[in-house]
């Protein structure tokens, strides 16, 4: 019998969240499924050198030992399903370890692993047919460190329906892990797009576990709870409409604010937000607050999916080293500078006299001065900063070298050097993400349960052309007798990162405000205002319309120094960058703020 409702709890929103909201969704409140996701580009590239280390490594092993173990018994008796991307480049071997710990522990439980995302042994045949990078059109290296398709949810249905009470995947889209179960329990036809729409809307509002519940939120300050963070549960309808909420006596805020933060996170086009299963339209999405802590989401839309997977592909590109010590007293930031400078030339003189290179890049930061706010920095004069220095080489033993040259500032250069965080540095990999797309024809998917390996067959998706954006929304035309105040009275934001791109999403406080934002805040301005993390004409600003949420989406492409692990710089995720858009000035009749 199709049940009337699925009730889904996300745990995890990344690689090292807090293993307690696992905990807290089994044993506080009522679901049918626990659900994790883990991975990141960066993520799958370290889970890619450990098990270059270590044939059995290459997954989450805390997902096993730290989450599941002290939870398995709970589990089983409340008939609590697990779907988890944990399994990262082995997915077998987290499976494996799984099957132990279940049995150990006496229990009856199956496990199903999905497997075919893992292209790596694959990359020649690949880069021998000359697979571009999607957005720059280079070719690929000549090594990756990790090749990785985002499979959609139709494994995960698939294992449900085999009797799976655990799902193990390696890379998947990440709202898969919410979309698979609602396939399983509905029985929803793959081609019901705008059902597809919605559960994938579900799965993208609740995969970065409390963010949606309060956490990163705009009004920080109306959020109760911090040290009790309330993690959010999914109640999805036959129809597809769903609430988002939390257990009874946690922390955190759910409202039509904080989700629509959520929602415009991380995405580019709302109108073409491209995943294997749909390409889901949010742009009409209705919020509804129904209770405390409750909100009703509806309005998605579907399409089509394309015929191609995304995948994103790591590799090794030198090493670098970072360091930050902290300068005090009177002129600290023009004495970080100095010494910043100082510490770079010596270097970079020295290893010319041994005819090596200079450094391939250079980065330095004096945090504390506003120095990630570029020409809006504000705080020159303080006497008190951590000066960070970023480099990297080639070659190994010239960031060692860098590395002893730092302490020597203390007693060789400008005064007030306290001491190095974290002790000498070390150097570490570069590693970069060359993004492809291949077809899902090329890219077949099994689940292995009970010791089988059985094909998924996957719709081969259409080569359709995306829909046309929606066209800018009214500007208000200025009269003179406006005043102004910073972007923040009258709009809610959160910004985030895909690769080298940023994007910030703008919600209007309140409908008639958003016209005022518009003529204030465009392609334009938002350039001129970001401008220090541009990379000049290389990058470019698009903006998106979500009349339903009452919003505006700005893409920003080449904004992030290189992004993830790659970027030198403090925020290399555009964490922050909405936090300075929201100091941008706007121009509003009085009237409208009373």
């Known amino acids: 019998m199709t049940k009337s409702s699925v009730r889904i709890g996300c745990a995890s929103g990344f690689w090292g969240d807090t293993n307690t909201a696992a905990f807290q969704l089994v044993k506080m409140a009522q ?18 050198k450990a098990q270059a280390k270590d044939p059995a490594l290459g997954y989450a092993p805390d997902f096993v030992t730290r989450v599941m173990g002290p939870l398995l018994q709970d589990i089983a008796s409340k008939k609590i399903k697990v779907v988890s991307n944990a399994g990262g480049i082995n997915p077998l071997g987290c ?59 139709v494994p995960i249905r698939d294992a449900l ?72 549960i999914a109640e999805v309808l036959a129809d597809s409409t769903f609430t988002i909420s939390k257990p009874a006596g946690t922390g955190g805020l759910i409202s039509p604010a904080t989700i629509s933060e959520q929602i415009v996170y991380e995405i580019g086009d709302p109108q073409a937000y491209l995943l294997p299963d749909v390409t889901a339209d949010f742009s009409h999405t209705q919020l509804e607050q129904v209770a405390e802590n409750v909100v009703r989401v509806s309005g998605a839309r579907g399409t089509a999916p394309t015929d191609s997977y995304k995948v994103s592909a790591t590799y090794p590109d030198g090493y670098r080293t970072i360091v930050s010590f902290m300068i005090g007293g009177m002129d600290a930031k023009r004495k970080g500078e100095r010494v910043a400078e100082a510490i770079l030339t010596k270097c970079e003189r020295v290893l010319a006299m041994r005819g090596a290179p200079g450094f391939t890049a250079k980065d330095v930061e004096i945090i504390g001065t506003e120095t990630t706010y570029g020409a809006h920095g504000r705080h020159a004069d303080t006497r008190e900063v951590v ?21 020597q500032a203390s007693t060789g250069m400008a005064p007030g ?15 970069k993400l060359f993004s492809c797309l291949v077809k899902k024809t090329a890219v077949p998917a099994f689940i292995d349960i009970d010791g089988e390996r059985r094909p998924v067959a996957i719709p081969a998706g259409s080569g359709g052309s995306l829909p046309t954006p929606l066209p800018a929304g009214e500007a208000a035309a200025l009269k003179g007798d406006e005043v102004e105040v910073p972007l923040v009275k009258l709009a809610w934001g959160r910004s985030g990162d895909k690769g080298n791109s940023s994007n910030i999403g703008i919600i209007a406080r309140k409908p008639e405000y958003l016209p005022w934002i518009r003529a204030a805040v465009n392609e334009q301005s938002v350039r001129a205002w970001m401008a220090h993390v541009l990379d000049g004409d290389n990058s470019v600003i698009s903006r998106y319309e979500l009349p339903g949420l009452n919003a505006v989406n700005f893409l920003m492409t080449n904004a992030l120094g290189g992004g993830g692990i790659a970027s030198l710089r403090i925020d290399p995720q555009g964490k922050a960058l909405g936090q300075q858009l929201l100091e941008i000035p706007v121009k509003i009749p009085a009237a409208l703020l009373k």
């Open 31 to 48: 679901i049918d499924y626990l659900v994790f996701d883990y991975l990141s580009e960066i993520t799958m590239s370290i889970m890619a």
């Open 95 to 153: 499976g494996e370890a799984l099957k132990k710990l279940i049995a150990d522990a006496g229990l009856n439980l199956k496990v199903a692993v999905v497997v075919g995302d893992n292209l790596i042994d694959r990359q020649q045949e690949f880069r021998d047919a000359g697979l571009p990078e999607m957005f720059s059109g280079s070719a690929m290296p000549a090594k990756l460190a990790s090749m990785n398709a985002y499979l959609g949810a």
């Open 161 to 232: 329906a085999a009797g799976a009470d655990i799902v193990i995947t390696g890379r998947c889209v990440d709202s898969a892990v919410v979309v698979g179960p609602l396939l399983h329990e509905f029985g929803w036809s793959l081609d019901d797009y705008d059902k597809l729409a919605q559960a994938s809307l579900a799965g993208h509002i609740i995969e970065c576990g409390a963010q949606c519940n309060g956490g990163n939120f705009t009004d920080w300050d109306t959020v109760p709870g911090f040290d009790n963070m309330g993690f959010p």
């Open 387 to 407: 000066v960070k220095i970023a480099v990297t080489h080639p070659v190994k033993e010239a960031l060692l070298f860098f590395a002893s040259e730092i302490a």
């Open 417 to 431: 050097l306290a001491g190095i965080f974290g002790g000498r540095p070390k150097p570490s990999d570069v590693i």
